[in-house]
């Protein structure tokens, strides 16, 4: 008896996994918003920083995560705290991982509140200019 209540719940869980499925269907993904985290609230200056580490690394969107994650492991520890806060901005204050891919590579403009030493200095690692293999670094 047991195991036939456990098939009919099985049953009924994939059953409305493809009706869930068949309803996202359509859902326009080209547009995900990035969840609001609030850049001005007070922490140490070692803790927004471990904090941007890890953002870097968990965009959603494969290409940012791989070019924040690099950026950030290569010069974050070695920002000021006004860069820091800069980053900060830039990387949680845009509401789609698109636009700052888009204004990373200068596929559209980059706008004015996010234009600044941090985004130039972004612009130059995506360049790649030294052709390396870049990959994710490990999480500590």
């Known amino acids: 008896m047991l195991r ?4 009919v719940t099985t049953i009924k869980m994939i059953q409305s996994s493809r009706l869930l ?4 269907q359509f ?10 985290y609030n850049v001005d609230k007070p922490q140490t200056l070692e803790k927004r920083k471990a ?3 890890y953002q870097s690394r968990k965009r959603g969107m ?4 791989l070019l924040l994650s690099t950026f950030a492991k290569k010069y974050l520890d070695g920002f000021s705290e ?3 806060i800069l980053y900060d901005r830039l990387i949680n204050s845009p509401s ?6 888009y204004w990373i590579v200068e596929k559209q403009p ?11 200095l972004l612009k130059k690692h995506a360049k790649n200019e030294d052709r390396t293999a870049l990959s994710q670094p490990p999480l500590h």
Request: aromatic residues 8%; hydrophobic residues 30%.
């Open 21 to 24: 499925s068949d309803s996202t």
């Open 96 to 101: 789609n991982d698109w636009d700052i891919f």
């Open 62 to 65: 494969l290409e940012n995560d």
């Open 110 to 120: 980059t706008p004015k509140e996010f234009d600044n030493e941090i985004m130039d």
């Open 51 to 53: 904090r941007l580490h």
């Open 27 to 36: 859902v326009d993904t080209t547009y995900m918003e990035i969840p609001i």
């Open 82 to 84: 006004k860069q820091t």
């Open 4 to 7: 036939l209540r456990h098939a």
